[in-house]
């Protein structure tokens, strides 16, 4: 085995924003193999590219599976730009103001993690809390359905200092920027890589956000490129985890708070909400049927060491206002935001 060997290795490594695999875009500046060791150095064209820890992972990956011979001997170091100076007259973000950003994940789709976002943002305007919502899910945009906004078609406007900025939807007081404003619906699935991820920093940095306390970012379900660019372009004060009672859904939010926790992006995970947690029917609005088990939520909550914000009920009527572009507040969103709002 030589440097050739190794080189090869990294050569099949695509950097998904570029596009190109590491070695033809000069990522790879230095390979050194020794008989009890691989070294080599990543060093990144631009300052605090997105993408460089999952890259270094796959590098290690890669190498310690054509050579498993060498184990944990095989170290990567990362090497990146200085940052550019921004010019005075062009502001870098328009997120100044926002005091809190509250990443709200799920570790797959389907457990009412958009539902979540919209009623907890509800809740949280009627506290008198200035709120927003981004809504980062390029695989399935429904903030706006469920705001009754989906005929929304975003101005720009120029500030004084002559930078364009983009003016986010509103309603039940709260400040909304959707991926979806920008795609038709069945075209959501296709975005992949730089497309998605530029469109993304364009509306974090973009949006006339103004004043916020508490900026929602109704992510993307499972873990991905679009999480990596989200932690890096924005300074998440936490993140909450969406879940139902099901096994199979619970196995999925470890592998979330397992990201959120990686060295490199160490986001706090405030901790875990059981969405569908029993159903309620409105013509018996005291019985509950755990259709999808019983307290799953939290026992993970218990076993990981982190806080149960919340159990949220299947109510029906709850589910019909989201269909119809009204979210409500309840007592169980209440009792979510009260445990949100005390660990920012």
Known sequence: MNNQDIETILSGIIHPDLKQNIVSLGIVEQISVTDDKIRLTLNFPRAKDPFANSIKRTSEHAIREKYPEFGGDIIVLIKEAAPKKIEQSAPATTTGKIKNIIAVSSGKGGVGKSTVTSNLAVTLAEKGIKTAILDADIYGPSIPKMFGLEDYKPLAEKTEEGSDVIIPAESHGIKIMSIGFFIDPEDALVWRGAMATNALRQLIHQTEWGEIDVLLIDMPPGTGDIHLTIVHELKITGAAIVTTPQQIALADVVRGIKMFRSEGIDVPVLGIVENMSWFTPAE????????????????LADKTGLPLLAQIPLIQSVSENSDNGKPTSSVYTATLADNIISRL
Do not use: V
Not at 284 to 294: C, D, S
């Open 284 to 299: 018996l609005p005291e019985n509950k049927y755990y259709i999808f088990g019983r307290n799953g939520g939290r026992d």
